[in-house]
């Protein structure tokens, strides 16, 4: 079945360090790739997302290139902020499927002064 | 335009019991989704519907019931709660069932079954 794999975390990174988040996914077919951030006790909200191979989403600063050829969908910045302590979730989405997500397991970031 | 708006916030149930967890939108969306989110486990989604009078199992629907009488509703109803319940439950919605489409999600539900 279709599924997503995350890298595990949690990950600590100090202030204005580089951030990647590993995301892989198995599929058949050709799914749209998400990612979601959920801060402290909220909802998830949408961070970006690509619809097909090559595509890169980018929102705030994060950015991720759908790889189809690694079936992979990594999750970058430049310079991490500690307003960007956060779970991140890599997601995807079938074709003709009813809208439904299949969500990674997680990656909690912890960014420190 | 309150989005998604889940009730209650926080609950303890004692085992057996049953309650309702409500979900609302106000966006005219045709999708919603329950999903419960456990440690280390990302988000798995329990039912969903692609419109009033319409719903479907996913991937963990066993203990669970919903119905869609209305667009913007969505409850979840628990039956005999079990300790394995214990979660925190996510409602969300979207407008269309494409691929491409983004989910709007609620803050949440936490549920403690002792």
């Known amino acids: 079945g279709n599924s997503v794999t995350q890298m595990e975390g949690p990950v600590t990174l100090s202030e204005e360090a580089f951030l990647t988040i590993n995301c892989t996914y198995t599929?058949?077919?050709?799914?749209?790739l998400f990612w979601y951030v959920q801060y402290p006790g909220e909802g998830l909200q949408l961070l970006l997302k690509?619809?097909?191979?090559?595509d890169k989403g980018s929102n705030k600063g994060f950015e991720a290139t759908y790889r189809k050829e690694t079936t992979s969908f990594h999750l970058e910045k430049g310079s991490v902020q500690v307003s960007d302590s956060a779970v991140y979730f890599c997601?995807?989405?079938?074709?003709?499927?009813?809208?439904?997500?299949?969500f990674g397991q997680g990656t909690e970031l912890s960014v420190k002064p | 335009n309150a989005g998604v708006t889940q009730t209650p916030k926080f609950r303890i149930l004692k085992i057996g019991q049953s309650m309702t967890l409500q979900c609302a939108q106000d966006?005219?969306?045709?999708?919603m989704y329950w999903y419960r989110q456990d440690p280390g486990m990302g988000l798995k989604l329990i039912y969903y519907?692609?419109?009033?009078?319409?719903?479907d199992k996913g991937e963990v629907p066993n203990g669970y019931n919903v119905s869609r009488s209305t667009t913007e509703d969505f409850p979840l109803r628990l039956e005999l709660a079990a300790p394995s319940q214990t979660s925190v439950y996510f409602c969300?919605?979207?407008?269309?069932?494409?691929?491409?489409?983004?989910?709007?999600f609620g803050a949440g539900s936490r549920l403690t079954v002792l």
């Open positions: 966006m005219n969306h045709n999708y």
């Open positions: 599929a058949t077919g050709y799914p749209s």
């Open positions: 690509a619809t097909k191979a090559d």
């Open positions: 969300a919605s979207s407008y269309e069932g494409s691929g491409a489409n983004v989910l709007t």
């Open positions: 519907s692609v419109g009033a009078g319409i719903t």
């Open positions: 997601a995807l989405s079938m074709y003709n499927q009813g809208g439904k997500l299949i």
